[in-house]
């Protein structure tokens, strides 16, 4: 972890310790977690009753802090996929009954039809010979209503499992869905960039990460509001989408924080996709919904590197993170690669001294 996620991170958890105090609510793990949760803006609807309780003058207290954490983070997408997963075994289990059913029956008709041909064998009167064909007839159809029930069940069940698969793949892609910008969460970038090293190490091809931070965001936020942030956060995330290619990744990292994976990617082609995004940010004019009113222009600020044989997710993720640092010491709203780091660094020690 690098030192500016570190102090990310820990004013994330500075905040919900704060709120937590001055609710009055107990410091338990899921209370943490809530208003930790709360701190970051992951999860917008989440925000947006908290701040509709603030708005009307009330603060969570430990009994509603329980009513969220069952509502927002208790009951989330792994409840949903365990639900579908039971309701796939529970039909499997379906089948697994109707077909021993079928197989008793068809033991059954079995032990008939072997004792039938005992019978025949032997010297039997016409009358019992009628009563056999009878016994056997009856036999037959019961094993023909046995069969035709075992194949509709086998069809219900077929036609059960292929939307319960359904569900389950819609479930999946919404747990690697960050909710509010709809583009890739933090664990969809972890399991992209661990693919991507691996396809860069097999390949020797090359692999860029690309990492943004939109510029002034908190005091945006707390200027226009929770719901012009969420709209800026759509924006950059739409934005970083429509400006990378198909084996490209966009992910949101956490708050206000964008990243990219770059396979098949150049430091210097790394680069020209940052500079891309970073124009397209600054052009686009923000309008307040409710109003129409112009809010401005938003920037963003951008770290980039390239992958190493030697690097690891995290080491590679640092180095990206420590050119987005020197974009930010810079001045912002521009792009700082691996390669010019240390010079940029050194301008602005270079300009402190002076002054």
């Known amino acids: ?55 009307d003058g009330g603060s969570p207290d430990a009994d509603l802090a329980e009513t969220l954490y069952n509502e927002f983070l208790k009951s989330d997408v792994n409840d949903r996929m365990n639900h579908v997963s039971q309701r796939m075994h529970d039909r499997i289990e379906a089948v697994h009954h109707a077909i021993d059913a079928a197989l008793l029956t068809a033991h059954a008709y079995s032990g008939s039809l072997e004792a039938a041909t005992g019978d025949l064998e032997k010297t039997i009167s016409p009358a019992a010979i009628s009563a056999l064909a009878k016994r056997l007839l009856k036999e037959t159809l019961h094993m023909q209503e046995t069969n035709l029930s075992l194949e509709q069940k086998l069809q219900d069940s077929r036609d059960d499992i292929a939307g319960l698969q359904r569900d389950l793949d819609d ?39 690309m990492i943004a931070d939109i510029d002034h965001f908190k005091s945006f936020n707390d200027t226009y509001g929770h719901q012009t942030g969420d709209q800026v956060l759509r924006l950059v995330a739409m934005t970083l989408k429509s400006n990378i290619k198909g084996k490209d990744l966009a992910a949101r990292y956490g ?41 401005g222009r938003i920037t963003a600020s951008f770290g980039v590197a390239v992958f190493q044989q030697t690097d690891t997710a ?17 001045g912002r709203n521009r792009v700082v690669s691996e390669d010019e780091l240390n010079s940029v660094l050194e301008r602005i020690s270079a300009g402190a001294s002076a002054a």
């Not at 210097?268 to 600054?282: D, L, P, S």
Request: glycine content about 6%; proline content about 5%; overall charge positive.
């Open 1 to 55: 972890m690098s030192e500016q996620e570190y102090k990310r991170a820990l004013g994330y958890a500075n905040a919900a310790l704060d709120l937590l105090r001055r609710s009055g609510i107990p410091p338990y793990p899921q209370f943490y977690e809530l208003l930790y949760t709360y701190s970051t803006g992951v999860n917008p609807d989440l925000n947006n009753r908290i701040n509709a309780i603030f708005r």
């Open 314 to 330: 995290a080491s590679l993720i640092e180095r990206a993170d420590r050119c987005l640092y020197g974009a930010k010491r810079a």
């Open 171 to 209: 479930v999946r892609r919404e747990s690697l869905l960050d909710p509010l910008t709809k583009i890739a969460n933090r664990k969809s970038f972890d399991e992209g960039l661990a693919e991507a090293i691996g396809n860069a190490l097999s390949s020797s091809s090359p692999l860029s990460l």
């Open 255 to 295: 708050g206000e924080e964008f990243v990219a994976v770059l396979p098949s990617t150049d430091l210097a082609g790394a680069v020209i996709v940052a500079e891309n995004v970073r124009k397209a940010i600054q052009a686009k004019e923000l309008l307040k919904r409710s109003t129409n009113e112009k809010l």
